[in-house]
């Protein structure tokens, strides 16, 4: 169930479909993620979140974008990964 006010996983995953994928590294974001919040503030866009991944050795956070161009600055702001489209 999706937080009030919050659009529920299909919903995101349907408008958002530029997803970025970051490495979270062993002693987590710190700082960065605060960076990663403020690139959202900065451009007026509200940060939407995926489901996280995590392989055999590392986490991965997801950020979901409408417009690929966001998308693509972010990834290459953040060392992330443009994923293809959902």
């Known amino acids: 169930m999706p937080y009030k006010g919050r659009p529920s996983a299909k919903t995101i995953a349907r408008e958002f479909p530029f997803v970025v994928e970051i490495m ?47 998308a693509e600055a972010f990834a290459a702001q953040f060392s992330g990964t443009v994923l293809q489209p959902r």
Request: charged content about 40%; hydrophobic content about 30%; glycine content about 10%.
């Open 24 to 70: 979270v590294p062993e002693g987590g974001l710190g700082r960065r993620l605060d960076d990663m919040h403020a690139f959202h503030r900065q451009r007026g866009i509200t940060d939407h979140r995926g489901p996280r991944r995590r392989d055999d050795e590392h986490d991965y956070i997801r950020w979901c974008f409408k417009d690929l161009a966001i």
